[in-house]
């Protein structure tokens, strides 16, 4: 699994390239790693949000990078080995922008 450099959000495989969910980033493959791709875990894995929509995602007051909105959704998830924290991501409740607690 592999997650975008520049918002945080998951990235999908397409073919040389990890592609951003939510951003369109665009990131080589490593030649020489092997990768397994699942479906089943790739759509669980998968939040969903939109502007005026209810995710189920906690909020909380926070300014949003992109628009200056006072309020976002967060959760947390384990993006490097088992002994590092967990990281917080945001999504703002205006804009759907996304950023991670420590980008800035």
């Not at 975008?4 to 969910?21: L, N, P, Q, Y």
């Not at 006072?70 to 917080?88: G, K, L, P, V």
Request: charged residues 30%; hydrophobic residues 25%; contains cysteine.
């Amino acid at each position: 699994m592999e997650f975008c450099d520049e918002c945080g959000s998951m990235m999908r495989a397409d073919g040389e390239f990890w592609v951003c969910t939510s951003c369109e980033n665009r990131q080589p493959k490593n030649p020489d790693a092997n990768y397994v791709l699942s479906e089943e875990q790739e759509v669980s894995e998968v939040i969903e949000t939109g502007t005026g929509g209810d995710t189920g995602l906690p909020t909380t007051e926070t300014q949003c990078p992109e628009c200056g909105n006072d309020t976002a959704y967060w959760y947390m998830q384990q993006i490097r080995s088992a002994d590092e924290s967990e990281t917080r991501f945001f999504v703002c409740t205006e804009c759907d922008h996304r950023w991670r607690e420590d980008d800035h």
